[in-house]
């Protein structure tokens, strides 16, 4: 019994001479990575800045498939925001800095260790140039943790590694796998809506849709409303010669909502009117090629275009998180 306790006794010094040196270890690192990703700067710029994107090309949800993520109103730009509950712990990350198609500069609590998160995006040949780097203190259960891993740089760096060659096929495959169908006339029933209204720049509203539809969404959850459809957008100017145009973002609802005076979230109606349907399954980014397919088709049918009726983009599913399919109508 004696050697028991002697075996035990070295085990627990061994044990406790392991703890102490992992602690007295320093906890800082500073972690980089990079890759040249196929697709233009400004795509991949906007894909990263937006937080609902992450769960897509993040490494991590395939190591825990039962993490969750967790989305405020705003995902995009400075003030985004999402967290995370996983096997490995919880965490939270902010963003508090950008510089457009240029930098990101965010913000990660994870378990209680503070980093300071950098992604910056460089035209190179062959695409963008995407560098992700990370620097911050561990704390003591990250530094066991990594210390069995092989350190900080291999345990942040293989998931950085991962995720940006994940970031590369997922861009690669939104951009080039999609398709567009002119459907034809069809009769598009009116409904009353709720919208904010702004005035963008054309270049601009992809990532102005971005923030505003997932926002617009969460003022329903706020307030307890029901939405009766999907979103759309209505374009009541478009101005190609300036580049501007002014824009609404609508959910339908299915009676008259009235809002407070002075709310930039007001309420509209939509009348029922003959329109021709087409249908755009793929990233938003080739809307412009399927609003030139549906001026062809008007034009072929010799149809008259009623200029009192607005252009109306109707989302079928999440708009901003995979960009994956959007109804046109005009």
């Known amino acids: 019994m004696k050697i028991l306790k002697y075996i035990f006794l070295l085990i627990l010094l061994a044990f406790f001479a392991l703890t102490v040196f992992v602690a ?40 825990d498939p039962e993490m969750k993520f967790y989305y405020p109103a705003t ?62 203190s561990m704390n003591f259960g990250f530094k066991i943790f990594s210390f069995f891993k092989g350190g900080a740089d291999k345990v942040i760096g293989n998931m950085y590694e991962k995720s940006l060659v994940n970031l590369d096929k997922t861009l690669d495959y ?17 409904c009353f809506y709720l919208r904010q209204t702004i005035t963008s720049k054309i270049s601009n509203v992809p ?49 008259a909502v009235f809002t407070s005076e002075g709310s930039d979230i007001t309420s509209g109606k939509l009348y029922a009117f003959q329109a021709v349907k087409t249908v755009l399954t793929g990233d938003y980014s080739h809307s412009k090629e399927a609003w030139k397919k549906t001026f062809d088709y008007i034009s072929k049918n010799n149809l008259s275009q009623n200029t009192s009726i607005p252009y109306i983009e109707l989302y079928t599913k999440k708009y901003g998180t995979s960009g994956k399919s959007l109804s046109m109508d005009y």
């Open 24 to 63: 007295t270890q320093k906890g800082d690192f500073n972690v980089t990575r990079s890759i040249i990703i196929k697709s233009p700067k400004s795509t991949v710029f906007n894909y990263v800045n937006d937080y609902r994107n992450w769960e897509t090309f993040g490494s991590w949800k395939k190591e």
């Open 75 to 136: 995902t995009v730009g400075i003030g985004g925001s999402y967290s995370w509950k996983g096997n490995d712990g919880d965490g939270d990350m902010r963003t508090i800095d950008v510089k457009e198609n240029a930098s990101i500069k965010q913000k990660m609590n994870f378990n209680g260790s503070i980093s300071d998160v950098y992604w910056t995006f460089k035209d190179t040949v062959g695409g963008t140039k995407v560098t992700w780097n990370s620097k911050g």
């Open 174 to 190: 939104e951009l080039n796998t999609y398709s567009i169908k002119v459907v034809g006339s069809v009769q598009k029933l009116g």
């Open 207 to 255: 990532k102005n849709l971005r923030i505003m539809i997932p926002k617009l969404i969460h003022f329903f959850k706020k307030n307890k409303l029901a939405m009766y459809g999907k979103p759309f957008v209505i374009y009541h100017t478009y101005d190609t010669a300036n580049g501007i145009t002014k824009l609404s973002v609508c959910i339908p609802i299915k009676e």
